[in-house]
């Protein structure tokens, strides 16, 4: 597991990064998505300034928006079923009573949509596919509630640092942004906080603190997934 120091570090190497590359995602947005531009201010929504002397007509915004409808109707079209649970290749040759397991994953994908149906999914999953549209698209799926399960957040490009891993996959994701003291609790039931940060959040609790986070690759030496029926008798095993 990490330590605090090294996650700093490591982040102030994906931030050195993607420093190279932020004047071009500034000109993107400016152009393409100017209310999702939040590289200098955190506050999306925040009104354009003009006073650089610049004219903006909306032909780039409307084929943003065009673009980010087509992917969305194509890929995650809103409140259907767009992905299915079957038996893989591997499975299909050695298990036995196929069309049950088949039917038992097809439940389990009806009853994985009417929790994406129910959230907020739709709405969330644009904002991604608008950021992809400028470079990188960020979800993050949050514990939600017994009645709604799920609770995606779009990140903000401006937000989003990468590190590369192995191969060019990505390593670790780092999220800097801010959060009202008051909320921290709320948001990480087991969160710890040091006493200073704990006294400042009791004399200012609205007052935004500073956050980084950081979601890394878990290391797994071994897999095993073992297979059973309804019966609880085991059908297959599989080994990586």
Same mark, same amino acid.
């Given at each position: 597991?990490?330590?605090?120091?090294? *996650?700093?570090?490591?982040?102030?190497?994906?931030?050195?990064?993607?420093?190279?590359?932020?004047?071009?995602?500034?000109?993107?947005?400016?152009?393409?998505?100017?209310?999702?531009?939040?590289?200098?201010?955190?506050?999306?929504? #925040?009104?354009?300034?003009?006073?650089?002397?610049?004219?903006?007509?909306?032909?780039?915004?409307?084929? @943003?928006?065009?673009?980010?409808?087509?992917?969305?109707?194509?890929?995650?079209?809103?409140?259907?079923?767009?992905? @299915?649970?079957?038996?893989? @290749?591997?499975?299909?040759?050695?298990?036995?009573?196929?069309? !049950?397991?088949?039917?038992?994953?097809?439940?389990?994908?009806?009853?994985?949509?009417?929790?994406?149906?129910?959230?907020?999914?739709? #709405?969330?999953?644009?904002?991604?596919?608008?950021?992809?549209? /400028?470079?990188?698209?960020? /979800?993050? /799926?949050?514990?939600?509630?017994?009645?709604?399960?799920?609770?995606?957040?779009?990140?903000?490009?401006? !937000?989003?640092?990468?590190?590369?891993?192995?191969?060019?996959?990505?390593? @670790?994701?780092?999220?800097?942004?801010?959060?009202?003291?008051?909320?921290?609790?709320?948001?990480? !039931?087991?969160?710890?906080?040091?006493?200073?940060?704990?006294?400042? *959040?009791?004399?200012?609790? #609205?007052?935004?603190?500073?956050? *980084?986070?950081?979601?890394?690759?878990?290391?797994?030496?071994?897999?095993? *997934?073992?297979?059973?029926?309804?019966?609880?008798?085991?059908? #297959?095993?599989?080994?990586?």
């Amino acid at each position: 597991m990490l330590t605090g120091e090294q *996650i700093l570090r490591r982040f102030k190497e994906a931030e050195s990064k993607k420093s190279n590359f932020k004047n071009t995602y500034k000109e993107a947005y400016e152009f393409f998505s100017p209310n999702r531009e939040t590289f200098d201010n955190p506050t999306e929504g #925040t009104k354009r300034s003009t006073s650089d002397g610049k004219i903006f007509d909306s032909t780039c915004q409307d084929a @943003s928006k065009k673009a980010v409808n087509n992917l969305q109707s194509s890929i995650f079209p809103p409140q259907k079923k767009f992905a @299915s649970l079957k038996l893989g @290749s591997l499975l299909s040759s050695s298990a036995k009573n196929q069309d !049950e397991l088949n039917a038992s994953l097809e439940k389990i994908t009806d009853i994985f949509f009417q929790a994406i149906y129910t959230s907020n999914f739709d #709405t969330q999953i644009s904002e991604v596919l608008e950021d992809l549209l /400028m470079g990188t698209g960020s /979800m993050m /799926m949050q514990k939600g509630t017994l009645n709604n399960p799920f609770v995606f957040v779009a990140i903000p490009l401006a !937000e989003v640092f990468l590190e590369r891993g192995v191969d060019g996959a990505i390593r @670790s994701h780092y999220r800097r942004w801010q959060l009202e003291g008051e909320l921290l609790q709320e948001t990480w !039931e087991d969160i710890k906080l040091t006493d200073e940060l704990a006294n400042k *959040i009791k004399e200012k609790p #609205t007052e935004k603190i500073s956050l *980084i986070e950081c979601t890394t690759k878990a290391k797994i030496t071994r897999t095993r *997934i073992e297979i059973k029926d309804n019966k609880g008798e085991k059908i #297959t095993e599989i080994v990586d």
